[in-house]
């Protein structure tokens, strides 16, 4: 074996959801100054998992957008950790600085550079348009059905 991929994080959530997770964790080096990407292992992670199973073009359209989901998820652990296990007010302030400077990175240069980057190796250039109608309205988590959308009001009393 050369390589091994550690899904530990992930949970009953979707296969796009995985793949977004390898993704993140293991082509940003978080650990180094300024987070460099390693842009031909995202590329090699992207095309390895598709020669097993290629994404639908609704989770082509999707994994760009869970990359940043995905790390809040883990840094939100992280904070709740920290916060109500540990009880270090250190700590704390450290993972919520860790949540908030790495959803930053997110939105920065760097960030939406490897963002442009699965969206071009998946062909969703388009990404940034508007919603697409034809979408689903609903997504299937945890063995239950939820709105994508928010639900028109009801006259209930």
């Known amino acids: 074996m050369a390589t091994a991929l550690d899904f530990g994080m992930s949970d009953r959530t979707t296969a796009v959801h995985d793949l977004a997770t390898a993704i993140e ?3 940003v080096q978080w650990l180094r ?15 390895g998992y ?3 199973r290629p994404l639908t073009p609704v989770e082509s359209k999707a ?6 989901l995905v790390h809040a998820e883990f840094a939100l652990s992280e904070l709740g950790y920290f916060h109500g296990v540990t009880r270090s007010t250190e700590n ?4 919520y600085e860790y949540y908030v ?9 760097s960030g939406q550079r490897l963002l442009d980057l699965v969206r071009r190796h998946q062909g ?6 508007a919603i ?9 988590a945890f063995g239950r059905t939820a709105p994508c959308r928010p639900a028109a009001p009801t006259n209930t009393p």
């Open 25 to 27: 964790r293991n082509t």
């Open 101 to 109: 400077g790495h959803a930053e990175w997110f939105s920065g240069k």
């Open 33 to 47: 100054p300024g987070f460099p990407v390693r842009d031909a292992d995202a590329v090699a992670l992207l095309e």
């Open 50 to 52: 598709q020669s097993v």
């Open 92 to 95: 704390t302030r450290l993972a």
């Open 124 to 129: 969703t250039d388009d990404s940034r348009a």
């Open 132 to 140: 697409d109608p034809s979408l689903p309205t609903e997504v299937i």
């Open 63 to 68: 994994l760009p957008a869970l990359l940043p």
